[in-house]
Nanobody, 126 residues
């Protein structure tokens, strides 16, 4: 059974940093791509970042230069380091997984991914 569990969200001040974790089980990061996306009330869902073994990491324009995605295969965990956070980054953040090449980073939106986590809330105060 594939499971994804996000953690690391919280309340942070404008300009602060957080590191989100997506602990995965039931799959190999060698074979699956991991997507981070976010959903804020009243806004469209946004694919934030993605990583897979067969492509360079993907970043949305809104987070380039501020967010960094990485993996620790030994821990089966994918991280999203978020720096220079702004109030517009406030959202529930989710990770999703699916098999490569059924999905491609930067090409398939979150709704096309098979496995989702339960999300973690990030709130950036102004």
């Amino acid at each position: 059974e594939v499971q994804l569990v996000e953690s690391g969200g919280g309340l942070v001040q404008n300009g602060g940093s957080l590191r989100l974790s997506c602990a995965v089980s039931g799959l190999s990061l060698d074979d699956y791509a991991i997507l981070w996306f976010r959903q804020a009330p009243g806004k469209e869902r946004e694919d934030v970042s993605c990583i897979s073994s067969d492509s360079s990491p993907y970043y949305a324009d809104s987070v380039k230069g501020r967010f960094t995605i990485s993996t620790d295969n030994a821990k089966n965990t994918v991280y999203l380091q978020m720096n220079s956070l702004a109030p517009e980054d406030t959202a529930a953040y989710y990770c999703a997984a699916d098999v490569v090449p059924l999905v491609r980073c930067g090409q398939n939106t979150a709704s096309e991914w098979h496995y989702w986590g339960q999300g973690t809330q990030v709130t950036v105060s102004s």
